[in-house]
């Protein structure tokens, strides 16, 4: 008999192998479904009906940890400078301003700190990228490592 808690086990095991499916089927424009099934272990049939909701994704890639700092840089950039150009004695942020600013700035202390799957899966990828016209035995042998513990960093957290 099969318990409640394996079930939920066996959702969450599915969920995360969803996620990493999705993430390298975004980023990989060139994987066939049968190495993407593979890569996370499941069957074809059923990356097939995934990657039937993640096609419209694929055109509106993820950002990268990058380009979110960049943009929260802009952000926090333009508040300041209307905050700046408020007249003489009123240069302060309001209550909205500060709440806002004090967010960006969270925001952006987190995206400078934490290494994120997303970001571990590319440099992992760009690694195994370069390495595969130079020996493509070892480029395999290393996706499976990456593989592994990208898994282990989503079981994690």
Do not use: C, H
Request: proline fraction near 3%; charge should be positive; charged fraction near 35%.
């Amino acid at each position: 008999m099969v318990t409640l808690q394996q079930i939920n086990t066996i959702k969450m095991d599915i969920k995360k192998k969803k996620e990493l499916a999705k993430l390298i089927f975004l980023r990989q424009p060139n994987i066939t479904q049968q190495e993407l099934a593979d890569r996370v272990e499941v069957s074809r049939v059923t990356i097939g009906k995934w990657v039937k909701e993640w096609e419209k994704l694929k055109l509106n890639l993820l950002q990268t940890r990058e380009e979110r700092i960049n943009s929260t840089l802009m952000q926090l950039d333009q508040l300041d400078r209307a905050i700046a150009a408020k007249p003489e004695g009123m240069k302060f942020p309001d209550k909205n301003e500060s709440q806002i600013r004090r967010k960006l700035t969270e925001d952006l202390a987190a995206l400078e700190q934490d290494a994120s799957v997303r970001d571990i899966y590319n440099v992992s990828r760009r690694v195994v990228d370069w390495l595969r016209p130079r020996d493509l035995e070892k480029a395999k042998e290393i996706a499976n490592y990456f593989d592994t513990y990208i898994k282990e960093q989503m079981s994690n957290g």
